[in-house]
């Protein structure tokens, strides 16, 4: 195959493809390239969210200031050795305290989650926050957002139910690869529970623009899980996304 088609071809995928060769091996550009692949999704893993900047950014969407949470693992180190403990809550009392001065029972709880990519939420979360917003606000309530840190997917459920909320959002930082290193994703979860089954909640994954799903497409997607699961009265297996047939 020509290099012009193969570099016509790399121009429509981010995966690693007619990369040539020098002897028996790569060419010395594409193995730097691999390498720098790979310390960003190292660099993703590792880096600390800063809550901080984090929660300015949300409070000026107009949702409300944030309130912060850990989970029970300690450190970094400890969260990936110890996914148990990242879905467990080291302390809610912030979260009681917004609970106890809302209206009981919002329609959406959004939790922030740093997941296995803090990079990617410190990147996309409050816009995704801000898409997820302008399609939902008109309809429902939503409940004063979470960041968590250390965190995992069932964290969450905690959070949402200590909000009383009837549909959980988890922005999290997904596991950053060799081609994406910031990439987002949104677990949603009708009727929120500790011990909840991952069949029991739905994914909308790949997020970041400009290379992935852009945030009004997520948003989008949100909006029919949440409408159809309000009409299902459940999440998980049996509820499909119908943003698309509803689009054409």
């Known amino acids: 195959m020509s290099g012009e088609l193969w570099e016509l071809l790399r121009q429509r995928t981010s995966a690693r493809i007619g990369l040539g060769r020098t002897g028996d091996s790569l060419p010395t550009e594409r193995v730097l390239e691999f390498a720098a692949a790979h310390a960003a999704a190292r660099d993703a893993v590792h880096r600390p969210l800063d809550v901080q900047a984090l929660s300015a950014q949300i409070a000026a969407l107009g949702v409300g200031d944030p309130v912060a949470v850990t989970s029970q693992a300690a450190d970094r180190s400890e969260y990936l050795r ?14 009681n ?20 990519s ?26 004063t957002p ?29 596991r950053p690869g ?6 987002v994703g949104i677990y949603l979860t009708h009727h929120p529970q ?5 069949s029991q909640r739905n994914c909308i994954s790949n997020i970041h623009p400009p290379g992935g799903l852009d945030y009004a497409g997520a948003a989008r997607v949100v909006a ?6 309000r009409e299902l009265g459940r999440s998980g297996v049996d509820l ?8 054409s």
């Not at 110890?82 to 979260?95: C, E, K, Q, Y």
């Not at 939420?121 to 409940?143: F, M, Q, R, T």
């Not at 060799?178 to 990439?183: I, P, R, T, Y």
Request: charged share 15%; hydrophobic share 50%; proline share 6%.
């Open 82 to 95: 110890r996914p148990d403990l990242g879905r467990l809550p080291a302390d809610l009392s912030a979260v």
């Open 97 to 116: 305290a917004v609970a106890s001065g809302e209206v009981p029972g919002p329609d959406i709880a959004i939790v922030l989650a740093d997941g296995l």
């Open 118 to 143: 803090p990079t990617a939420l410190a990147e996309h979360g409050a816009a995704v926050v801000g898409a997820v917003k302008d399609v939902l606000s008109p309809v429902y309530s939503i409940a």
């Open 146 to 174: 979470v960041i968590a840190t250390q965190a995992r997917v069932a964290l969450g459920d905690h959070i949402a139910a200590a909000l009383g909320a009837q549909t959980l959002l988890v922005i999290i930082g997904e």
């Open 178 to 183: 060799l081609s994406v290193a910031d990439s």
């Open 194 to 198: 500790p011990g909840m089954a991952d």
């Open 224 to 229: 029919s899980l949440v409408a159809g699961a």
């Open 240 to 247: 499909k996304d119908t943003s698309r047939s509803l689009t």
